[in-house]
């Protein structure tokens, strides 16, 4: 294992402290954000390289905020790539990390597809990779250490479940759903959107006008929801959307329908952000199924167990909590993103 005494901090912006010649040698100027802090006792200096998606959410960047502050907490230097929601910028990043030779990859892929050739080059560099929120499809096993992030599946069900509470609660008999998907082939969305369609098989009431991708992007939720409203109008019972963001987007254009949200129109979000929780108060949101960001101290402990060349188990998911106008949320804690 080589000495990795003497790294430096990375400027975001640019390349300090030695990394000007790797730059150049690879065309590229990086986003790098190292940190160098002491290093804990058992934690020998490790050398992170996190490529995240990018920053189109408040749960993105929170995401990104606590896996900095726990680099730092835990004494490990980060090199961190911003993608901009491309997946060729994260190729590109994984390969500066290799040519770097970082002890670990972590890195949040933006779709399931298309990393075998980099992952593969990682593998053969002895370097082992941690996916982070999000699962890939690759055609061999074995060319990512785990995957640290929330069940989706398991969101979908739970978004499900409160639908059929609440119908019962209001006597509906037929329940008419629009859906405001996450990215196209993302992890999130085809496991929420599955979660979701098998919670409510099962009841005759429930029926799926359509589904749109709406990116995770607050402006494409305000689309998909437009596009609805002009196809559907007030047949709409239910808004279920895959990211507080596109829900954040929807709700004006409800208003601007002339309809209310939250009680002309059912809406259920994904990810429980300050913002949604806060609207959630007020009555626009119906529930918020909660999807933390807070994955830090997971990624590091990982990271840190990955270097010592110990086992790792191959899924870890954080605890997570709805929230809905069924509890009294008077109380509720800051979210912290």
């Not at 992170?48 to 998606?53: E, K, P, V, Y």
Request: aromatic fraction near 6%.
């Amino acid at each position: 294992m080589r000495n990795n005494k003497g790294r430096k901090k990375i400027g975001k912006i640019g390349v300090k402290c030695g990394l000007a010649m790797i730059s150049c040698l690879l065309f590229a100027v990086p986003l790098f954000a190292c940190r160098k802090t002491p290093a804990e006792p058992n934690n020998p200096e490790l050398l992170l390289g996190f490529s995240q998606i990018g920053s189109e959410s408040a749960w993105r960047v929170g995401n990104t905020t606590d896996i900095e502050e726990k680099a730092e907490e835990y004494g490990i230097s980060l090199m961190f790539e911003d993608a901009n929601q491309k997946q060729e910028n994260q190729i590109a990043a994984i390969r500066r990390f290799i040519a770097y030779k970082v002890d670990v990859i972590a890195f949040s892929p933006i779709v399931e597809e298309g990393w075998d050739n980099v992952l593969t080059e990682a593998k053969n560099a002895g370097i082992p990779v941690i996916l982070v929120d999000r699962d890939v499809n690759t055609s061999e096993e074995g060319l990512t250490a785990c995957l640290i992030g929330a069940d989706f599946y398991s969101e979908g069900v739970k978004a499900g479940e409160y639908l059929i509470r609440k119908a019962d609660a209001l006597g509906l008999e037929q329940v008419n759903i629009v859906e405001i998907a996450g990215t196209d082939n993302s992890t999130p969305m085809r496991q929420r959107q599955a979660g979701f369609k098998d919670a409510i098989a099962g009841d005759e009431r429930m029926n799926i006008l359509e589904s749109i991708d709406g990116d995770f992007l607050k402006s494409r939720g305000a689309e998909c929801m437009r596009t609805f409203l002009e196809k559907y109008g007030d047949e709409i019972d239910v808004v279920y959307s895959h990211n507080d963001e596109m829900t954040l987007g929807a709700l004006p254009e409800i208003e601007k329908a002339g309809l209310k949200p939250g009680e002309d129109i059912i809406v259920i979000s994904i990810d429980g952000g300050q913002d949604a929780i806060d609207v959630l108060k007020s009555g626009k949101i119906n529930c918020v199924v909660e999807c933390t960001p807070k994955l830090g101290k997971e990624v590091m402990e990982t990271a840190i167990k990955l270097k010592n060349g110990e086992e790792v188990d191959a899924i870890i998911h954080p605890e997570e909590q709805v929230f809905s106008d069924e509890q009294d949320l008077t109380n509720l804690a800051p979210r912290g993103y």
